[in-house]
């Protein structure tokens, strides 16, 4: 087969199977979401020189894909609503796995779109010891909820006896969480930057340094719009709107949420500005 120099795949993924639309030939295969598929579809790869293979956010889903082959295939990670919003412009109604394959190769292909950067494996853990421990914080938020109002004995004891559990499991992870980190001269030094800034704890900094992996390497507007902090502004002529955010990572900002209601109050820097904004017409913000 004559090699191609910018080839584009495209992968709809699922819980069960990877769906692939090759872009040269139009060429489509099924492989299992699974490490024999990985396997497999490394090869389907290795027919032509691949530049991009693109594919959605999944949640759970795509992990397995980025451990197995981040390293060895240029992995292109899309936002769902702009995949969504490009099959809109070409006028797709259709959506089926093998629609989706195509159009996610024609995405990469029309924007150029350049692969990631492969996470590290520790990286991969850490992320799954974060999303783990959100769990086990669901739990223990909902366990906390019942027993206000559970009478009975029996129910109680065992509520008090779970709640103990999930406890003692958060502490075992966040131990599991602060090992790996300490384990990473790169990660304990991120660290250590991070805890330097006052209102800013031990479990804010883990999340920030596992859901923004890109810290440090970009400037302040590049991080505010990954986070999704920066205003969005809106406007059309003579009309001016009224900024607002969106999108960005739901899980940093969640996590930067407490400390800086307490850095509007405590911290110096953060307070003249909070001030400033508020004398600027900007809502004010109460915990």
């Keep these: 087969m004559t090699k191609m120099t910018d080839d584009t795949i495209g992968i709809d993924i699922s819980k069960a199977t990877l769906d692939i639309h090759r872009l040269s030939d139009g060429k489509t295969m099924s492989f299992s979401n699974c490490p024999v598929g990985f396997k497999a ?41 702009q995949a969504r919003r490009f099959a809109q412009a070409q006028g797709l109604r259709a959506k089926t796995d ?17 692969p990631d950067e492969p996470a590290a494996e520790i990286q991969h853990d850490l992320k799954e010891l974060r999303s783990f421990r959100s769990g086990l914080i669901k739990d223990r938020t909902g366990i906390m909820s019942r027993m206000k109002t559970q009478t009975l004995s029996i129910t109680r004891r065992q509520s008090k006896a779970r709640l103990a559990q999930v406890d003692k499991q958060i502490a075992e992870i966040n131990a599991e969480i602060e090992r790996l980190i300490n384990s990473s001269d790169k990660l304990a030094h991120s660290m250590k930057i991070l805890r330097s800034i006052p209102g800013v704890g031990a479990i804010c900094a883990a999340t920030i340094l596992i ?11 590049q991080v505010a719009s990954l986070t999704g902090l ?22 940093v900002r969640d996590a930067l949420y407490m400390p800086a209601l307490v850095a509007m109050r405590h911290n110096p820097d953060f307070k003249a500005k909070y001030q400033a904004l508020i004398k600027a017409g900007k809502p004010p913000k109460s915990p």
């Design 41 to 81: 579809l490394s090869r389907f790869c290795a027919k032509t020189a691949v530049a991009r293979v693109v594919y959605e956010a999944t949640g759970a889903y795509h992990s397995g894909l980025e451990r197995a082959l981040g390293a060895h295939l240029p992995l292109v990670k899309v936002n769902p609503l």
């Design 211 to 221: 859901e923004m992996p890109e810290i440090g390497s970009m400037d302040r507007k």
């Design 98 to 114: 093998a629609v989706d394959a195509k159009m996610l190769a024609d995405m990469g292909n029309a924007f150029a779109l350049e």
């Design 230 to 251: 920066a205003p969005m502004t809106r406007q059309s002529g003579q009309w001016r709107g009224k900024s607002f955010i969106q999108g960005g990572r739901k899980i």
